[in-house]
């Protein structure tokens, strides 16, 4: 029989909201780290990175965050998206955010 492998996931809850959240594929974590680093140093957000990342690796309902439905869902809702976003962070690069922390 063959195994599935599924990335772990957590529910988070931000607002009283629930999301199923996704592990990022290591791959895809390290592509994401060098995009979010050169934002960082260019000193320009890139906010469309926020949605694909939303859209990808978040579960709202248990049903996936589609273009349509992130536009519904998110309307008006932008220090919302903003924590949902910070939260995903969090849970794929806990690791890394520690790290850092016990440097400083």
Do not use: W
């Amino acid at each position: 029989m063959a195994t599935i492998n599924l990335p772990p996931s957590e529910t988070l809850t931000v607002d009283d909201i629930e999301y199923l959240v996704y592990a990022m594929p290591a791959t895809q974590g390290l592509i994401f780290m060098e995009k979010y680093q050169e934002a960082l140093d260019s000193g320009k957000a890139d906010l469309s990175m926020m949605k694909q990342i939303i859209c990808k690796y978040v579960q709202k309902d248990r049903k996936t965050i589609d273009e349509k439905s992130f536009d519904v869902i998110f309307a008006r809702k932008y220090a919302h998206l903003q924590k949902l976003y910070r939260e995903v962070l969090a849970y794929n690069f806990s690791d890394v955010f520690q790290e850092v922390d016990s440097e400083e």
